[in-house]
């Protein structure tokens, strides 16, 4: 964005990278620790730090919900509303009220984060069947413990489902960062856009997706690792 | 890109009204622009999304494609897909078109999917035992029953569709991003006030296909109209 050379360095580029082939893997190979590396790492904490704090927000406003139902309606709208709000725009509305930083973006980031984390978590407690809310009761389990010992457990899968895509929706989503602040994997796309070095456009969208399909993945295995019952299920099924 | 200090605070809000209004042809032009490029990719995406999976829904084929098409699709950045589209096919108007279209297919696709393999066997079984046809039951008894899903589905893409336009800007493809993207010619006010205008048109959109959904959903089934949304339902589809 506003440093490094806006014109690639002609000097010592390959001769690839001179004619602007569609992909060099020699500058991806130089270029990496230099650019690639940071960019993903950035991306990765920005990212991390919003589905945290999104999920707190989420999971707290959640079990409120559960449990007095009033509190459903206001929070479902609010964050329907900011979901819908296109991502560069809240980015944009957002730097008057909070500047040129980190903030403006994850204050945007965890409010995309809100809609689906707390809808799943909410439908995941509201699933459990009655017969065995019932059979907790029969067993004398308080209120609290039901819920910490029977529903978030039977709701597990629900939230890991809202976790995996509130995690990928955030990774595409930080990509537009970059027009805030320069971090993420949207600042070597957005230079190279300028630019249109079409290697650095590929290298980094293609970071970008392979990050979020990993994100996924990690994600999908943490659910079976959680939650055995399920898969032994599957397997009986 | 060369954004200044932040300053302003809350003033910046009451000058983007201004720049609203104050260069109102400016503003009209570039949403106008807007809307022709997100109508014109939500149009092709239609045409390929919705014949595709109600199809695919009313054989039960393909499920696995179908439904992870909607994972798949949300993992792909836009600004991403704009800039392959970039490096593969240059700048303008119909590469920026291909990349919206390739956003906005998976949850039109996924939606009429699920919408049409979903509905109840039982109401097929007995619509087959009155003699209708295949093409008659689809078009009689799953579509119908279909359409509060498969429309949910639209409704995403269309939002995701005008969100992901503002970007065509950087790829030539004109827009609202324009005026968004070009701080040095207009200013926070102006950027303000763009992001203003385009979060509105999402808005807007979302209410108005919302509305739509309502009004087309058969009364029959009107009960239960949830925004729909595959992962909740499938939570344990991998």
């Not at chain 1, 620790?33 to 927000?57: C, D, R, S, W």
């Not at chain 1, 070095?197 to 990690?218: H, W």
């Given at each position: 964005?506003?440093?490094?050379?806006?014109?690639?360095?002609?000097?010592?580029?390959?001769?690839?990278?001179?004619?602007?082939?569609?992909?060099?893997?020699?500058?991806?190979?130089?270029?990496?620790?230099?650019?690639?590396?940071?960019?993903?790492?950035?991306?990765?904490?920005?990212?991390?730090?919003?589905?945290?704090?999104?999920?707190?927000?989420?999971?707290?406003?959640?079990?409120?919900?559960?449990?007095?139902?009033?509190?459903?309606?206001?929070?479902?709208?609010?964050?329907?509303?900011?979901?819908?709000?296109?991502?560069?725009?809240?980015?944009?509305?957002?730097?008057?009220?909070?500047?040129?930083?980190?903030?403006?973006?994850?204050?945007?980031?965890?409010?995309?984060?809100?809609?689906?984390?707390?809808?799943n978590v909410l439908e995941g407690l509201r699933a459990t069947p009655p017969?065995?809310?019932?059979?907790?009761?029969?067993?004398?389990?308080?209120?609290?413990?039901?819920?910490?010992?029977?529903?978030?457990?039977?709701?597990?899968?629900?939230?890991?489902?809202?976790?995996?895509?509130?995690?990928?929706?955030?990774?595409?989503?930080?990509?537009?960062?970059?027009?805030?602040?320069?971090?993420?994997?949207?600042?070597?796309?957005?230079?190279?856009?300028?630019?249109?070095?079409?290697?650095?456009?590929?290298?980094?969208?293609a970071l970008a997706i392979l990050l979020a399909v990993t994100a996924d993945?990690?994600?999908?295995?943490?659910?079976?690792?959680?939650?055995?019952?399920?898969?032994?299920?599957?397997?009986?099924? | 890109?060369?954004?200044?200090?932040?300053?302003?605070?809350?003033?910046?809000?009451?000058?983007?009204?201004?720049?609203?209004?104050?260069?109102?042809?400016?503003?009209?032009?570039?949403?106008?622009?807007?809307?022709?490029?997100?109508?014109?990719?939500?149009?092709?995406?239609?045409?390929?999304?919705?014949?595709?999976?109600?199809?695919?829904?009313?054989?039960?084929?393909?499920?696995?494609?179908?439904?992870?098409?909607?994972?798949?699709?949300?993992?792909?950045?836009?600004?991403?897909?704009?800039?392959?589209?970039?490096?593969?096919?240059?700048?303008?108007?119909?590469?920026?078109?291909?990349?919206?279209?390739?956003?906005?297919?998976?949850?039109?696709?996924?939606?009429?999917?699920?919408?049409?393999?979903?509905?109840?066997?039982?109401?097929?079984?007995?619509?087959?035992?009155?003699?209708?046809?295949?093409?008659?039951?689809?078009?009689?008894?799953?579509?119908?029953?279909?359409?509060?899903?498969?429309?949910?589905?639209?409704?995403?893409?269309?939002?995701?569709?005008?969100?992901?336009?503002?970007?065509?800007?950087?790829?030539?493809?004109?827009?609202?991003?324009?005026?968004?993207?070009?701080?040095?010619?207009?200013?926070?006010?102006?950027?303000?006030?763009?992001?203003?205008?385009?979060?509105?048109?999402?808005?807007?959109?979302?209410?108005?296909?919302?509305?739509?959904?309502?009004?087309?959903?058969?009364?029959?089934?009107?009960?239960?109209?949830?925004?729909?949304?595959?992962?909740?339902?499938?939570?344990?589809?991998?």
């Amino acid at each position: 964005m506003n440093d490094g050379p806006v014109i690639p360095d002609f000097g010592q580029a390959t001769e690839c990278v001179r004619e602007n082939r569609l992909f060099c893997t020699e500058w991806v190979r130089d270029n990496w620790e230099p650019v690639l590396q940071p960019a993903l790492l950035q991306h990765v904490k920005l990212t991390v730090i919003a589905v945290l704090v999104g999920f707190a927000i989420a999971f707290g406003a959640a079990l409120l919900a559960h449990r007095y139902g009033f509190v459903e309606r206001p929070f479902a709208l609010v964050s329907a509303v900011l979901y819908t709000i296109p991502g560069i725009a809240l980015f944009q509305l957002l730097v008057p009220i909070t500047g040129i930083s980190v903030l403006t973006v994850e204050v945007a980031l965890v409010g995309y984060t809100l809609l689906i984390l707390f809808r799943n978590v909410l439908e995941g407690l509201r699933a459990t069947p009655p017969e065995v809310l019932e059979a907790a009761r029969g067993m004398g389990l308080t209120t609290r413990q039901t819920l910490w010992r029977v529903e978030l457990p039977l709701a597990l899968p629900a939230i890991i489902a809202g976790l995996r895509v509130a995690t990928v929706s955030t990774i595409a989503l930080a990509t537009i960062a970059a027009f805030v602040i320069p971090e993420g994997l949207g600042r070597p796309i957005f230079t190279a856009l300028r630019e249109y070095f079409k290697t650095e456009i590929i290298a980094a969208g293609a970071l970008a997706i392979l990050l979020a399909v990993t994100a996924d993945l990690g994600l999908v295995l943490l659910q079976r690792a959680l939650t055995p019952w399920a898969s032994a299920r599957r397997v009986a099924a | 890109m060369g954004l200044g200090p932040a300053g302003g605070g809350m003033s910046t809000f009451g000058g983007a009204l201004e720049f609203i209004v104050d260069r109102h042809e400016l503003v009209l032009d570039k949403t106008w622009e807007h809307l022709v490029l997100s109508g014109a990719a939500l149009g092709v995406a239609l045409a390929i999304a919705v014949p595709l999976g109600v199809g695919l829904g009313h054989l039960h084929r393909g499920s696995f494609v179908a439904i992870n098409l909607a994972n798949v699709g949300r993992a792909l950045p836009s600004l991403a897909v704009i800039g392959l589209g970039l490096a593969f096919l240059g700048f303008g108007f119909a590469n920026v078109l291909v990349a919206l279209v390739i956003l906005a297919v998976p949850p039109i696709l996924t939606n009429a999917y699920v919408a049409v393999d979903e509905v109840e066997p039982e109401a097929v079984d007995a619509a087959r035992g009155m003699g209708m046809t295949s093409w008659q039951i689809l078009r009689r008894i799953e579509l119908p029953l279909a359409l509060p899903l498969l429309f949910a589905g639209i409704r995403t893409a269309s939002v995701y569709v005008v969100a992901s336009a503002t970007l065509a800007a950087i790829a030539g493809g004109g827009g609202l991003g324009e005026i968004l993207f070009n701080q040095a010619s207009y200013r926070l006010e102006g950027v303000v006030g763009a992001a203003i205008v385009v979060s509105a048109l999402a808005l807007a959109a979302d209410a108005l296909l919302g509305l739509l959904q309502r009004v087309l959903t058969p009364r029959g089934v009107r009960s239960d109209v949830p925004a729909f949304e595959p992962d909740v339902v499938h939570a344990g589809t991998a």
